[in-house]
């Protein structure tokens, strides 16, 4: 048998989806068939939610409902907070939430009472809460009430994570960034969610999955290494000459690139907006000067472009949000997303199982242990 290989499955087709789709060009993004551009300057991050998970745009009862519904299932039982002050203060915040996830599936398993639909809505009301509730714990020696009087999911991490009701500008710049990272087609946590229901596992498994995978930083993990990146800087003279050296070194520049994308990333402008914005209403206005040498830099050299997580890195930390908190708030988000991916992977499943090209030794004689 001839087989074709496509190393990292660079350019496959690996299945159908109705949910999302970048434009057959390569550089526009549609949920649903609604341009990503729209979504994040006119709707809400719970409007998007509702439109994965529950296949359409809510009217405003549905979305009034839905806030309400979301902000009711916020809280977490008592074995769960016990579990999470259990966890070293010095895990990484993305294992914590891996946990978090994994540790909701023992408490609230899935089952025909307690649907797919309503496990990807409980799990999208409850992480924020599940990593403040670990953050606050091991950084401040207290244990928050992680229910607020905020209608928003981008209000409420906000307020869990600073005590107080959200600055307007950070939250509306949080909700764009929410809707941005909600979903991306066959991305590699999304492929691994799909995988894990392909073998009828549970939905808190292929969440599971989904989180471990977006850990790294050729994934989510970006978006943290690039403000790792940004702040190495003091200003843009010595951001150009850092990059000059670590492009002649061939080392990876985090934030830019895309498998997808070939002539730039539609969600970035966007992104990028929103922390030009926040830096104006910032004392660290620089951080925003360097960011826009090093995409001078990398474009000139490289012709490679930002993809979203570079200037969410800026965004984010603009919003006082803690560094190690940025690939969770990605969880947070792409839950709608994977959520979708699990419903329609289910709604007409195959065993995901490809094969591999064996380049291992040909067949050989086994000797027993005892004549080696
Ligand atoms: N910095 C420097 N060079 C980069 C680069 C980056 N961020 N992204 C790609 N390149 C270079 C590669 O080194 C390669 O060069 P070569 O042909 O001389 O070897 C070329 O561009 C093609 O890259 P490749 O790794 O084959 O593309 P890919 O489709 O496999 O990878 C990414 C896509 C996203 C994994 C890659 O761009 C990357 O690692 N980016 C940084 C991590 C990141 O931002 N991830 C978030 C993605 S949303």
Known sequence: MTIASHEGLAGVIAGHSAICTV??????????????????????????AYLL???????????????????????????????????????????????????????EPESEDHS??????????????????????????QRIETRSGETTL??????????????????????AALILYAEHEFNASTYAAR???????????????????????????????A?????????????????????????????????????????SPIIKEWSQRLAEASDERHLYAISERIEAVMQREKRLFPNLDFYSATTFHYCGIPWQLFTPLFVIARTSGWAAHIIEQRADNKLIRPLAHYDGPAPRRYLPIESR
């Open 154 to 175: 981008a209000g409420h991490f906000l307020h869990l994570l600073h005590g107080k009701p959200p600055d307007p500008l950070q939250r509306q710049a949080l909700d």
């Open 53 to 107: 998970i529950h296949e359409v745009l809510p009217d405003r009862t549905s979305l009034s409902d839905y806030r309400d519904k979301l902000q009711q299932r916020r809280g977490l039982p008592p074995p769960m907070q016990e579990i999470l002050e259990r966890l070293p203060a010095e895990s990484h915040p993305m294992d914590v939430l891996r946990t978090a996830c994994s540790v909701l599936g023992c408490l």
């Open 195 to 225: 995988i894990t229901t392909s073998t009828l596992a549970d939905i808190y498994s292929a969440i599971t999955s989904a989180i471990g995978t977006l850990r790294g930083p050729l994934h989510g993990g970006a978006n943290e290494a």
């Open 23 to 48: 434009e057959a060009a390569g550089n526009d993004l549609f949920y649903r068939g609604y341009p990503i551009a729209a979504l994040a300057s006119q709707a809400e991050f719970e409007e998007v």
């Open 227 to 267: 403000m790792g990146l940004i702040a190495r800087y003091t200003d843009a003279e010595a951001a150009e000459a850092g990059i000059l050296s670590a492009l002649a070194e061939k080392q990876l520049i985090m934030g830019f690139g895309h498998r997808v994308y070939r002539h730039g990333d539609p969600r």
């Open 116 to 141: 797919a639909r309503e496990i990807a809505d409980r799990l999208l009301a409850c992480f924020p809460s599940m990593l403040l509730y670990w953050y606050h714990y091991h950084t401040h020696g």
